[in-house]
């Protein structure tokens, strides 16, 4: 029912700061909470969730640096990267949580992020 469209990536320096955006057809609040993902090599890693109440969690590795964060009436959901480093490079994807599945929805095309050092 709900379609979420990653965009927002691009070229930036180490340092520098980006916001992704993830934008749905449809109310965020169909879904217990949206993550942002990102996949460099190999397997996809979760970086941030928030949930319907606004609770978030981080990863250890963007801690103190990205903030994720939603506008609900335009039923998006951002993810503020600040003081990139050139690890951060990575495909950027969104995906819903219901329950305790994460990932219910096939994933897109993702944004692409790239930290120049």
């Known amino acids: ?20 955006s993830c934008a749905a057809s449809g109310s965020i609040f169909s879904f217990d909470a949206v993550g942002w993902y990102r996949q460099a090599a190999g397997q996809r890693e979760l970086v941030a969730t928030i949930s319907r109440g606004g609770n978030t969690v981080y990863a250890a590795s963007v801690k103190g640096r990205f903030t994720i964060s939603r506008d609900n009436a335009k039923n998006t959901v951002y993810l503020q990267m600040n003081s990139l480093k050139p690890e951060d490079t990575a495909v950027y994807y969104c995906n819903a949580h219901v329950g305790v599945q994460a990932a219910v929805l096939e994933w897109g095309q993702g944004t692409q992020v790239t930290v120049s050092s």
């Not at 029912?1 to 992704?20: N, T």
């Open 1 to 20: 029912q709900v379609q979420l469209v990653e965009s927002g990536g691009g070229l930036v320096q180490a340092g520098g700061s980006l916001r992704l």
